[in-house]
């Protein structure tokens, strides 16, 4: 059984990208638009890592690791911020969210699967 993925992004093109490279690894993956319509994806099915963007529009992404960090089927699941974003405070402030990884787009395939598998290993 596959694991899936559940790539949080405003930007269409960016899911695209991602969304490809996590189904040429294997992956099954669910799409969200931003933090708020992510959340409505999480709706008991399982998840077994989530890649999200920090600025998006409605809910941003820090907000949105916070929203799924108090839900009791989630809490646990690994996140990865996939973003533009490398100032060390919102780093910071992503970790102390419950992010788990920090990837600067533009980012290399290879390097985007092997933090997912180092994430979500069988």
């Known amino acids: 059984m ?24 294997g992956y099954q993956v669910i799409e969200g638009v931003d933090g708020a319509d992510a959340l409505t994806k999480l709706n008991g099915q399982k998840i077994h890592l989530i ?24 809490k646990f699941v690994p996140i990865i911020m996939l973003t533009t974003e490398s100032e060390v405070k919102r780093k910071l402030e992503g970790h102390a969210a419950g992010a788990r990884a920090w990837v600067v787009k533009p980012f290399q395939p290879d390097q985007m699967l092997n933090a997912v598998a180092k994430l979500i290993a069988a």
């Not at 899936?4 to 930007?11: G, K, N, P, Q």
């Not at 999200?52 to 009791?72: R, T, Y």
């Open 51 to 74: 890649i999200c963007d920090v600025n998006m529009p409605n809910m941003d992404g820090i907000s949105f690791v916070k929203e799924v960090k108090k839900l009791e089927d989630y």
């Open 2 to 25: 596959s694991k899936t993925i559940l790539i949080v992004d405003d930007s269409l093109s960016i899911r695209q990208i991602v969304t490809y490279t996590l189904k040429t690894g």
